[in-house]
């Protein structure tokens, strides 16, 4: 899979389809992410002894993998993904613009 959290993604199929976020988790044996503000869900939760009231929560549910595609701020669209050799580290480089996905983020 070629998307890693902290990856800026858009949806391309389904429900969301043209939203853009960011990957919040990579659940890799599924092959599905979790993206910020795609496919909320509604999930009711019962009163408990940590959670006394209970109540109705909005969250974040996963979506498959296929139905994202990294976006590529330089070229304001989706992009596939290619590696390269970069001073001897293997990279990924966005297709389109040749922007460089895994700089060191902060």
């Not at 330089?74 to 480089?93: C, M, P, Q």
């Amino acid at each position: 899979m070629k998307i890693r959290v902290g990856d800026k993604v858009q949806v391309i199929a389904g429900k969301d389809k043209g939203k853009q976020g960011e990957v919040l988790q990579v659940l890799r044996k599924e092959n599905r992410v979790i993206v910020e503000g795609v496919n909320i869900v509604t999930k009711h939760i019962k009163p408990s002894q940590i959670d006394p009231e209970g109540g109705i929560v909005t969250k974040e549910a996963p979506i498959h993998a296929s139905n994202v595609a990294i976006y590529d701020s330089k070229a304001k669209t989706v992009s596939k993904v290619k590696y390269e050799f970069v001073d001897g580290k293997k990279v990924r480089v966005t297709k389109k613009s040749g922007t460089n996905l895994d700089k060191k983020k902060k």
